[in-house]
């Protein structure tokens, strides 16, 4: 203790948070009292806190593993005879650091977001960026901010006399032109080559060469692009100089590539090179606690407002209680067709939501006596409500799809559903088995 303190790390009893940022607490039993206060002095994560235990602790794996669980950022066995004081005040050092630069504007102008699984991302990100030059490798849905994630790496990277970030979208790669965009070519390499051009990686020298929707490309594609990234070198099209590269490598993609790996979709080799540090971007649905905070932000700078305007109860109902297929664009462009009707600066009514995404009014009295007869039908026969309900919404799809005379748009505007969700639908057949046919009279 006295070790801690003289290193100018205060001791305090036992209170409900930390204030002033990461800290450590010090254990020697797990019990559930102990879980509970440490997700509350932690605020479920988001203050980074050290578990220390005693020397040789008598704590298992297991409750190592619940610690981190609980909020605990990491968990050290104390041992006095070493100069592990100095290892916990790095630490800490560490951790404070971070934490100054998550609040910088350069991070909190661009990186919006409060939850704990935002929080955990801007932490890696901010950490791998700035105090490591290994490359990143970005997973994420469509519409997650992967390329802003991208953007962010470079802007944080300290290293003097950085150059540009080059970004090369790997779905408008040509595969006959492939080795002009990564590589560059010399003048008459091939028809319409009338001048020399760099590619990618020369243009990246010095920077950062950022590789979006990587896991888009094909084999052959992976091949070349694993020699250059292995060797740091790689001649132009048409050329026989051997010209060398350093970059800082970002590379982003919407796909599961463990998942192509496995299936040989994507190389092994080239995916392990890739993925120096993984960082997965949550989607917006595991991140409800930003969704408010964003599409406040949103509607303030598409109205050019220097406020963010606070919701009606009714409105923050609805936003909440969407999916967000599309993830944070999809929340953004929702945004700017409310500040089309938005007027003025007072709260965000239900009147500037579109049309589409309001919830459909009911009627006080929904279902007659007949529907009633039906799920009574249904419960003699052993029908679970599991099947009920899915039965009730086919069929309210079959009349809604009816009523709107096939025009998917307008059903699932009456529905109070996304196109795409009735789409899914139709490509399943709209869960609708098919009559059989009746056999053809013999004569």
């Known amino acids: 203790m006295g070790a801690l303190r003289s290193a100018g790390i205060p001791l305090e009893p036992l209170e409900q948070t930390f204030s002033s940022g990461p800290g450590v607490v010090f254990i020697d039993e797990r019990t559930p009292e102990l879980d509970a206060a440490l997700a509350t002095l932690s605020n479920h994560g988001r203050v980074r806190v050290l578990a220390v235990l005693p020397e040789r602790s008598a704590l298992s794996d297991a409750d190592a593993w619940a610690l981190l669980g609980a909020g605990v950022a990491d968990v050290l066995e104390f041992d006095p005879n070493t100069t592990q004081t100095d290892e916990i005040v790095a630490r800490l050092e560490r951790w404070s650091a971070v934490d100054r630069l998550i609040e ?9 977001g409060s939850s704990p699984a935002w929080t955990q991302l801007l932490r890696e990100i901010v950490e791998v960026a700035y105090f490591s030059d290994a490359p990143v490798l970005i997973l994420g849905e469509s519409g997650t901010g992967k390329e802003l994630i991208a953007r962010l790496i470079h802007s944080l990277d300290p290293r003097p006399g950085k150059r540009d970030l080059v970004v090369l979208d790997c779905t408008t790669v040509h595969p006959e032109l492939a080795g002009s965009e990564f ?19 020369a243009l990246a020298n010095e920077g950062t ?8 490309l094909s084999l052959p594609l992976q091949a070349q692009l ?6 740091k070198s790689f001649k132009r099209v048409g050329g026989n100089v051997w010209q060398r590269s350093s970059f800082r490598l970002v590379c982003a993609t919407h796909r599961r590539l463990d998942d192509a ?12 090179r890739l993925g120096g540090v993984l960082c997965r971007v949550p989607p917006l649905r595991e991140r409800p606690e930003d969704v408010i905070l964003l599409f406040r932000h949103f509607v303030a700078e598409f109205a050019g407002l220097k406020t963010a305007p606070e919701l009606d109860l009714a409105v923050e109902r609805v936003l909440l209680g969407r999916r967000y297929q599309g993830n944070v664009r999809e929340l953004q462009q929702l945004a700017r067709r409310t500040t089309c009707r938005h007027v003025g600066e007072g709260n965000v ?6 049309d589409d995404v309001r919830p459909a009014a009911a009627p006080e009295r929904l279902l007659d006596d007949s529907f009633d007869a039906a799920v009574r039908r249904a419960l003699t026969l052993g029908i679970g409500l599991k099947e009920i309900s899915r039965q009730a919404a086919d069929a309210a799809i079959r009349v809604a799809v009816s009523e709107a005379t096939g025009n998917l748009q307008e059903a699932a ?23 059989a046919t009746s056999p053809e009279p013999r004569h």
């Open 226 to 231: 694993l020699r250059a990234i292995q060797e």
């Open 349 to 354: 009514s239900v009147g500037d939501l579109p």
């Open 104 to 112: 910088s504007p350069l991070v909190r102008d661009n990186l919006l």
């Open 209 to 216: 060469l950022f590789l979006d929707e990587i896991g888009d």
């Open 413 to 435: 505007r009456q529905l109070g559903v996304t196109d795409r969700a009735l789409q899914m639908r139709r490509a399943s057949g709209w869960g609708i088995k098919e009559p």
């Open 183 to 201: 590589f560059g070519h010399e003048r008459g390499a091939f028809t319409g080559a009338v001048g020399s051009r760099d590619g990618a990686f």
């Open 261 to 272: 790996v496995e299936q040989g979709e994507f190389r092994a080799d080239l995916f392990y």
